[in-house]
C-alpha cells in the first residue's frame, strides 16, 4: 500500500505565491516518477509537472506554468513539492499529486486527495 498525501493550498491573491507539498509513504520500493497535475473547475485534468525520483533527472512543465512553477523533492526523495509563483486565476484548480511506485518492472499510479488552489482578489 501507498499513501499519497497533498497540502499548501488555499487562498492567494494574482500574482502571488504558493508551495504545495506531496508525502509518499507505505510500501515503497521504487518510484520512478512523481508529479503534480490539476484540474480546473468544468475543464479536464491536465499535467502541471513531472519529475524523476529515484533514477531519471528529468523534470517536465506544461507551457502554461514554465517560468513560473517550480517542482522538487526533499532528500530523501519522498516529498515533492510544487513551488507556484505570479499566480493568475487560470491556476485555480485542485491539484493533485501522483506517484509511480513498485518494483521489479511493475509499477501502479498512485493518486492523493487532491487540494484546492483558488487565484482570486
Known amino acids: 500500500q501507498v499513501q499519497v498525501v497533498e497540502s499548501g493550498g488555499g487562498l492567494v491573491q494574482p500574482g502571488g505565491s504558493l508551495t504545495l507539498s506531496c508525502a509518499a509513504s507505505g510500501t515503497i520500493f521504487t518510484i520512478p516518477f512523481m508529479g503534480w497535475f490539476r484540474q480546473p473547475p468544468g475543464k479536464q485534468r491536465e499535467l502541471v509537472a513531472i519529475?524523476?525520483?529515484?533514477?531519471?533527472?528529468?523534470?517536465e512543465y506544461v507551457d502554461s506554468v514554465k517560468g513560473r512553477f517550480t517542482i522538487s523533492t526533499d532528500n530523501a526523495k519522498r516529498t515533492v513539492y510544487l513551488q507556484m509563483s505570479s499566480l493568475n486565476p487560470d491556476d485555480t484548480a485542485v491539484y493533485y499529486c501522483k506517484v509511480v511506485a513498485g518494483r521489479d518492472g511493475h509499477f501502479r499510479d498512485y493518486w492523493g486527495q487532491g487540494t484546492q488552489v483558488t487565484v482570486s482578489s
Open positions: 519529475m524523476g525520483i529515484d533514477r531519471y533527472e528529468n523534470v
